[in-house]
């Protein structure tokens, strides 16, 4: 027999077994995790699925010959050379993997004729008019295998509804909180199907590492279809232009999936201003404190635009007026900025699921609605045999309940619920930023201490009861107004001419656009009087990160400017029950020695009798916001603040600090020198500061920049 006669057969196998090689190898690589991603699915959404995103399936079909090799495989020699590779991979990848699955990868040669069978038209619920009948069908078997290739995109303003068979391509989902009857999920979306920002949104660098990252808000109980269709209309009701409102967390779509209604939204890297309160030293520079002032400011601009002031480009007839009726900390979302500092950080409103809205003409003038029972803590006093049952969920003392009778029944309120809630915010700022977080833990414990003793629920650590501002609220704003502070006085300032204002009685309270403006006047009046700019601040104010759990005392880093006190904490959470901690606003900074300014100063009370607080009000002498109220205001005895000092004092900073601009020998201390300068000292160098003879001249001073001492509390407002 001619040695060629077993050439033919020979050549066959070796055609064979590298066909089988071809196919075993993609099936491996399709099981495999280079190929496979986990995403959501399933009946209840909450199964794991694989599947394989398509940049992966054209990664593998980009290697050399992998994809001929496949349809040599698949195809008999008269049918190859007319299936072409290259259509292939550009318009029917994902059909003829999904055929491989199920064993009939020569059917690429008929899917490759028709356009109705191009992978775009992928998945198929029912069956394509050109879909080939063979026997036995393949149809059925082709739906079911489709799926691993064919996870479902998520678009920007998505509303639509998944089946258990879909798979979301929801890469990570980790829970990060529960409240009412929604369920608060961290989740990551995978890149090749993530179209869920709109078309011209700009990322921020900071925020570029977290552009596939969302929380996920689940609502599953008996009311999930009710409350998830009252958030989502809210967000989609404020947008400006198509796009998220600036100040208010971004809405990017909704989807119904089996009995769960679930609404994307924007995710926080920084978490919220409870968590940023609690976790960041608080600022003890002028650049510091204004900057964070300047940014919890925009949280009025995302409630102004809920009221209906700004934002919405509709007719007049289709403008509405709405309520939020659920600010407070846990619910302002906090993002980073451009730069390093804590401060250097974005404040935005969360959680619109009580928010409502009424057409703008049908009350042109000071809307009132039904009350949705906001916060109970930054709101009233309700005494009921069933307070645990709407324990989170209450608004601002003119929703008081003073009857069980009254207890379920909405009551007519204005958009004044808000501002009470964000004076209450701004309160609790201005102790953070002046005191620090344990000093916040322990103002609630006062507040909780009076509500007890007047008759309120035990743990309640509202700002009023029945009507009546609290004493430790009047207490701890007018120990922070008697301080002569540089670094404070924009605390100050937020506290006299603005929280004063925000916690009166419900018709005399200001608009939100008032404080908005007012809120940033008051930033600008502060630029002027040290002479900086906020603008120029991000992403170089100094400031630190820490975690309270870790170190018992922290001191801060040398600051840009000269400032007129260091202050050290011992860190950790106040429990409750515990004494109020001490002031250290006293430390002097005479002493070079850092250990000696970590020493905790004696023990002070600021505190006043009942009678002492009900006895402050405040008299307007300039200027009055605009409010719901007609006429002048009727001042009321209980829900005022103390004001500060004369106009005197107001009128002469600037002066100064045209002086100190004039003065071109001042000494100036850098960072860096400042911590080189520390770091000798604790080597037990010698250390020389610049400018350091003219310490001699600050001796038993307790700041540099020297501020007229302040006069008993007396009226004054802009």
């Known amino acids: 027999m001619p040695s060629h006669a077993h050439t033919a057969p020979l050549q066959w196998s070796n055609h064979t077994n590298q066909h089988n090689d071809a196919l075993h190898a993609f099936h491996t690589w399709r099981r495999s995790s280079e190929a496979q991603l986990l995403g959501i699915g399933g009946p209840h959404f909450e199964s794991t699925c694989p599947f394989v995103p398509r940049s992966n399936l054209e990664k593998y079909f980009e290697r050399p010959r992998q994809l001929e090799h496949l349809l040599d495989a698949s195809l008999d020699s008269t049918k190859r050379p007319t299936v072409d590779a290259d259509y292939v991979r550009r318009n029917y990848l994902q059909s003829f993997a999904t055929l491989l699955c199920i064993g009939e990868g020569g059917l690429i040669h008929h899917f490759s004729q028709y356009e109705s069978l191009k992978d775009q038209k992928l998945p198929y619920r029912t069956r394509p008019d050109d879909f080939p009948y063979t026997t036995p069908d393949k149809f059925e078997d082709f739906k079911n295998a489709q799926w691993q290739f064919c996870a479902s995109n998520l678009e920007y303003g998505m509303n639509g509804r998944f089946k258990e068979e879909d798979i979301l391509p929801i890469i990570l989902k980790e829970k990060i909180g529960e409240g009412g009857s929604a369920i608060i999920y961290k989740i990551v979306v995978d890149e090749n199907y993530n179209a869920l920002q709109p078309r011209g949104h700009v990322i921020p660098n900071r925020r570029h590492q977290h552009r596939n990252t969302f929380v996920l808000k689940t609502y599953r109980s008996a009311e999930a279809e009710d409350n998830y269709k009252a958030e989502r209309d809210a967000y989609m009701k404020l947008r400006w232009a198509g796009k998220p409102s600036p100040h208010i967390i971004a809405y990017y779509g909704g989807f119904i999936h089996g009995d769960s209604y679930n609404l994307i939204l924007e995710y926080a890297d920084q978490g919220t201003l409870e968590t940023f309160m609690r976790n960041t030293e608080s600022p003890s520079t002028v650049e510091d404190t204004l900057l964070f002032w300047d940014r919890l400011f925009d949280i009025t601009h995302g409630v102004m635009t809920i009221h209906g002031k700004i934002g919405n480009e509709s007719s007049a007839s289709q403008i509405l007026k709405g309520w939020h009726q659920d600010v407070k900390p846990a619910n302002i979302l906090v993002f980073g900025g451009n730069g390093s500092s804590p401060y250097d950080c974005h404040f935005k409103i969360a959680d619109l699921g009580l928010t409502h809205f009424i057409p703008s003409v049908s009350q042109p003038n000071d809307p009132s609605d039904l009350d949705a029972f906001g916060t109970r803590a930054y709101g009233l006093t309700y005494k009921t045999a069933f307070s645990d049952l709407i324990d989170e969920c209450l608004g601002a003392p003119e929703t008081f309940r003073s009857h069980v009778d009254t207890e379920s029944?909405?009551?007519?309120?204005?958009?004044?619920?808000?501002?009470?809630?964000?004076?209450?915010?701004?309160?609790?700022?201005?102790?953070?930023?002046?005191?620090?977080?344990?000093?916040?833990?322990?103002?609630?414990?006062?507040?909780?201490?009076?509500?007890?003793?007047?008759?309120g629920d035990e743990g309640e650590h509202m700002f009023h009861v029945d009507g009546n501002l609290l004493d430790a609220v009047h207490n701890i704003h007018e120990?922070?107004?008697?301080?002569?502070?540089?670094?404070?006085?924009?605390?100050?300032?937020?506290?006299?001419?603005?929280?004063?204002?925000?916690?009166?009685?419900?018709?005399?309270?200001?608009?939100?656009?008032?404080?908005?403006?007012?809120?940033?006047?008051?930033?600008?009046?502060?630029?002027?009087?040290?002479?900086?700019?906020?603008?120029?601040?991000?992403?170089?104010?100094?400031?630190?990160?820490?975690?309270?759990?870790?170190?018992?005392?922290?001191?801060?880093?040398?600051?840009?400017?000269?400032?007129?006190?260091?202050?050290?904490?011992?860190?950790?959470?106040?429990?409750?029950?515990?004494?109020?901690?001490?002031?250290?606003?006293?430390?002097?900074?005479?002493?070079?020695?850092?250990?000696?300014?970590?020493?905790?100063?004696?023990?002070?009370?600021?505190?006043?009798?009942?009678?002492?607080?009900?006895?402050?009000?405040?008299?307007?002498?300039?200027?009055?916001?605009?409010?719901?109220?007609?006429?002048?205001?009727?001042?009321?005895?209980?829900?005022?603040?103390?004001?500060?000092?004369?106009?005197?004092?107001?009128?002469?900073?600037?002066?100064?600090?045209?002086?100190?601009?004039?003065?071109?020998?001042?000494?100036?201390?850098?960072?860096?020198?400042?911590?080189?300068?520390k770091k000798k000292k604790k080597a037990g160098e010698i250390a020389v500061l610049p400018g350091e003879e003219n310490l001699t001249s600050l001796d038993q001073r307790d700041h540099v920049s020297h501020v007229p001492s302040r006069p008993k509390l007396a009226n004054k407002w802009l």
């Open 409 to 455: 029944s909405p009551l007519q309120v204005t958009q004044a619920v808000d501002i009470w809630s964000i004076g209450c915010v701004f309160s609790e700022g201005s102790v953070w930023a002046h005191h620090g977080w344990r000093r916040v833990v322990e103002y609630r414990r006062q507040r909780s201490v009076e509500i007890k003793a007047k008759g």
């Open 479 to 677: 120990d922070i107004l008697g301080k002569s502070l540089t670094s404070g006085h924009i605390t100050q300032s937020v506290l006299d001419r603005l929280v004063g204002e925000m916690l009166l009685r419900d018709e005399s309270r200001p608009h939100a656009k008032w404080v908005f403006d007012k809120s940033k006047r008051l930033i600008t009046e502060a630029e002027k009087k040290y002479g900086i700019s906020v603008a120029g601040l991000a992403g170089n104010s100094s400031g630190m990160l820490i975690n309270v759990k870790e170190a018992a005392i922290k001191t801060r880093s040398p600051p840009q400017v000269p400032h007129e006190h260091f202050r050290s904490r011992a860190e950790g959470e106040l429990p409750l029950g515990e004494p109020l901690p001490p002031d250290d606003d006293d430390s002097s900074p005479s002493s070079s020695s850092s250990s000696s300014r970590s020493q905790s100063s004696p023990r002070r009370h600021h505190h006043k009798s009942a009678s002492q607080g009900s006895k402050s009000r405040s008299i307007r002498a300039m200027e009055s916001p605009p409010t719901g109220g007609q006429g002048s205001h009727v001042v009321p005895d209980l829900l005022t603040l103390p004001s500060t000092a004369t106009n005197t004092q107001e009128s002469s900073p600037p002066q100064h600090v045209q002086q100190r601009q004039e003065e071109p020998l001042r000494p100036t201390l850098s960072i860096n020198e400042g911590h080189a300068w």
